[in-house]
């Protein structure tokens, strides 16, 4: 069975205090592992696509790299519009059309 | 347009009332998918649509009925749930039936409250 497994469950940063997001996983040949970010009420909003180990994406502030085993979310100076959930989720090979999502990491960035 | 409507954002029924969710999107995506969410949880599968076709249903109780009238809508029809249905059903829809590319859009979601 596909496995996510997301931490620290909460964050909390100060402004400008740069930080990482960590996402383990484990699935029967990862086709695609992705980060989403959720606002509350709100509906997760595609970040980023990671197909294979060694690949690394950036957006603004954050960069999302990708192992055999683990994703990491890399925030650098964080600014309060940053806080939000962060979703990791894989999709495995076989699994059509289907994602597995991680419980979430719950960021708060502070002034 | 990049978006994934959804109607009505929140829902009050009764155990015994039938409702329906409406889902829209006008990005050409050929697979449209129901997500359960609870407080604090992660995004659960429900159903997947591919090509206005049923091709995963996640073993969800008969009182959810899934319809895809055509590839732009889906519904979610709800008859006599249960307080524990309570919850966040997400719509999303993604440009791949299969593949790789399962980048998926989300709306924002319908609150339900069943009392």
């Known amino acids: 069975e596909d496995q996510v497994t997301q931490s620290p469950e909460a964050l909390r940063l100060q402004e400008g205090e740069s930080s990482s997001l960590n996402c383990s996983y484990t699935?029967?040949?990862?086709?695609?592992l992705f980060w989403y970010r959720q606002d509350p009420g709100k509906g997760p909003e595609f970040l980023f696509t990671?197909?294979?180990a060694g690949e690394e994406k950036e957006k603004e502030r954050l960069k999302a790299t990708l192992t055999k085993k683990e994703s990491f979310l890399h925030i650098t100076a964080p600014k309060p519009e940053d806080s939000a959930t962060y979703l990791c989720?894989?999709?495995?090979?076989?699994?059509?059309?289907?994602?597995?999502f991680g419980t979430g990491t719950q960021l708060k960035v502070e002034l | 347009d990049t978006e994934v409507t959804q109607t009505p954002k929140h829902l009050v029924m009764g155990m015994t009332n039938k409702k329906s969710l409406k889902c829209e999107q006008h990005?050409?995506?050929?697979?449209m998918y129901w997500y359960k969410q609870k407080a604090k949880k992660p995004p659960e599968l429900m159903f997947v649509?591919?090509?206005?076709?049923?091709?995963i249903n996640e073993s969800v109780p008969s009182r959810f009925s899934p319809e895809c009238p055509n590839s732009s809508l889906l519904n979610l029809h709800l008859h006599a749930l249960q307080p524990e249905d309570s919850a966040l059903y997400l719509c999303?829809?993604?440009?791949?039936?299969?593949?790789?590319?399962?980048?998926?859009?989300f709306g924002s979601g319908t609150q339900l409250s069943v009392l």
């Open positions: 989720a894989v999709q495995a090979g076989g699994g059509g059309n289907k994602l597995t």
């Open positions: 999303a829809s993604s440009q791949a039936a299969q593949g790789d590319n399962e980048k998926l859009f």
């Open positions: 990005m050409g995506h050929r697979a």
């Open positions: 649509y591919s090509y206005e076709k049923l091709s």
């Open positions: 990671l197909y294979s």
């Open positions: 699935v029967s040949g990862l086709r695609g």
